[in-house]
C-alpha cells in the first residue's frame, strides 16, 4: 500500500470480525513500529498483547470511570478532560458511580488489545517544569503507537488508540506486571475490520497551518 493512501485511511476501527489477530501479525507490526522515533533514541516502549477474556475486561474497566466522566462531559457540550477551562460535571460522583458504560465492549470484542506502555525512567520530560499538563512525555511513544496502526492497515488489520484505561493506571500495571515508572501510554484494541473506512472526517489545512507566525 503506497504510503499517502495509508496516512488518509488508517481509521479508528471499534468494530471486528472473529479473525485471530497471530502473533506473527503482532510482531510483524511491531517490527515495523520499533522504527519510530523516541527523544535521544532511548526507545521506551513495553508492550503487552492481552488476548484472554480476563484481561480485556480488566482493560474496559480500568477504562469506564474516565469514560464515564468524558460522556458526561460531552452531554454538557463541554471538550473533555481539557486541562484548560474547569468542569461543570460532578468528576468525583461520576468516578466513583458503578454504572458500566456501553460503549466499552469494543475492549471485550476486539481479538487483541496491544497495551503499550513508557518507561518514564528514560524519557526526557522536557515540560516537567512547566505550569501546564505533560505533553513532551509522550511525543516519545505515540510515534510508536501511530505506526502501530499504520503497519495494521498494510496487514488488513485496523484498531482503535484509546487512552481511557490510563485513568485506573495503577490497576493496568499491576494486572500486567508493568512496574510503576512504565506508564500506561495507550491501549491499541486491534482486529480485522468489519468494513474499511476510507473518508475521514478531518478539518482543512488552513485551518492547521500558519507560515512564521499564528497571528494574523
Ligand atoms: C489520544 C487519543 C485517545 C483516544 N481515545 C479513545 C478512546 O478512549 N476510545 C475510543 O473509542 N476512541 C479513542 N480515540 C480515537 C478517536 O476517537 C479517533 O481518533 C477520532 O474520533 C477520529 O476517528 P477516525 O480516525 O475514525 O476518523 C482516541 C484517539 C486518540 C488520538
Redesign the pocket.
Known amino acids: 500500500m503506497e504510503l499517502d493512501e495509508a496516512l488518509r485511511t488508517t481509521?479508528?476501527c471499534?468494530e471486528w470480525t472473529n479473525d485471530p489477530v497471530t502473533d506473527e501479525d503482532i510482531e510483524a507490526i511491531v517490527d515495523l513500529a520499533r522504527f519510530a522515533p523516541s527523544g535521544g533514541n532511548r526507545q521506551p516502549a513495553r508492550i503487552v498483547a492481552v488476548r484472554s477474556t480476563k484481561g480485556k475486561a480488566m482493560i474496559r474497566d480500568a477504562?469506564t470511570p474516565a469514560?464515564r466522566v468524558y460522556s458526561a462531559q460531552v452531554a454538557v457540550g463541554e471538550a473533555p478532560w481539557n486541562t484548560i477551562n474547569p468542569t461543570t460535571v460532578d468528576v468525583a460522583g461520576l468516578w466513583d458511580a458503578d454504572e458500566p458504560v456501553d460503549h466499552l465492549g469494543?475492549f471485550d470484542a476486539a481479538p487483541v488489545v496491544l497495551v503499550v506502555g513508557v518507561d518514564l525512567s528514560v524519557v526526557a520530560s522536557f515540560d516537567s517544569q512547566l505550569d501546564r499538563v505533560g505533553v513532551i512525555s509522550g511525543a516519545s511513544i505515540y510515534p510508536l503507537v501511530w505506526s502501530m496502526l499504520l503497519a495494521a492497515r498494510g496487514r488488513g488489520l485496523a484498531g482503535?488508540?484509546?487512552?481511557?484505561p490510563s485513568g485506573m493506571e495503577s490497576d493496568v500495571q499491576q494486572a500486567l506486571g508493568l512496574p510503576p515508572h512504565v506508564a500506561v501510554a495507550a491501549a491499541v484494541a486491534l482486529g480485522r475490520p468489519v468494513k474499511q473506512?476510507t473518508k475521514?472526517?478531518r478539518a482543512p489545512v488552513s485551518d492547521l497551518l500558519r507560515y512564521e507566525s499564528w497571528a494574523d
Open positions: 481509521f479508528s471499534r477504562a469514560a469494543y482503535v488508540l484509546t487512552t481511557t473506512i475521514l472526517t
